[in-house]
């Protein structure tokens, strides 16, 4: 079983719809929890850390639920822009570490 | 500042060739790290440092060595080239900020192919 699972996708949207993508993470003990987005033939680079209480980021909120060991995002208003694969991302409890550990990702395409 | 260098962008293989993947930031940051990246499964750590002269091993360290003789520089050093590691590799750089937040810094990747 993957550290972190995805669903690959793609999500196929039309503009201004609001999508939501799932994630879940085998270990327990993981200490932070992030999205990270990657556009076609990129680098990844961090769009949001995904706190215990919830998050918001203008469009974008990130939801962690620990007890069913499960992440989520929601983008409201989805724009061209937003089309990209979105990486879900968990740091382990071995800190020291300070290496992340990467889902296999989901690709959103934002249809006109 | 620059952020994190990888070069070279692009590199052609033959199994059983040897070369580096070099890396570099000008953040001052302590964390270092390379991961490949292959169509379907994501990011996977290769090898990372938490300091200068310090090293280990992460998920898929096998074929591949590293050093890190100063806080710039994380060379990735390729024994002997096989098929099998054809992939795009990132070296990524961070720290831990004074709030507990945590961000990687990614460089522009290296597409490497092994014929």
């Known amino acids: 079983r993957k550290e972190v699972e995805q669903d690959p996708g793609p999500f196929n949207v039309p503009e201004g719809a609001t999508v939501a993508f799932n994630c879940t993470y085998s270990n327990s003990a993981s200490q932070s929890f992030f999205w990270y987005r990657q556009d076609c033939r990129k680098e990844p680079k961090l769009l949001m850390s995904v706190y215990s209480s919830g998050n918001e980021d203008g469009r974008f909120t990130a939801q962690l639920n620990r007890a069913s060991q499960y992440i989520s995002l929601l983008i409201r208003d989805s724009k061209l822009s937003d089309s990209a694969t979105y990486l879900c991302?968990?740091?382990?409890?071995?800190?020291?570490?300070?290496?992340?550990?990467f889902g296999s990702g989901t690709r959103l395409q934002v249809q006109p | 500042n620059a952020g994190v260098t990888q070069t070279p962008k692009f590199q052609v293989l033959k199994t059983g060739q040897s070369m580096t993947l070099q890396c570099a930031q000008d953040?001052?940051?302590?964390?270092m790290s390379w991961y490949r990246q292959d169509p379907g499964m994501g990011l996977r750590l290769i090898h990372y440092?938490?300091?200068?002269?310090?090293?280990d091993q992460g998920e898929v360290p096998n074929g591949y060595n590293v050093s890190r003789s100063t806080t710039e520089d994380f060379p990735l050093r390729l024994l002997s080239a096989a098929p099998s590691q054809t992939s795009v590799y990132f070296c990524?750089?961070?720290?831990?900020?004074?709030?507990?937040?945590?961000?990687?810094?990614f460089g522009p990747g290296t597409r490497l192919t092994v014929t």
């Open positions: 440092s938490v300091g200068a002269g310090i090293t």
């Open positions: 991302v968990v740091m382990p409890m071995d800190t020291g570490r300070r290496a992340l550990t």
């Open positions: 990524a750089s961070s720290y831990l900020q004074a709030d507990e937040t945590y961000e990687q810094y």
């Open positions: 953040m001052n940051h302590e964390y």
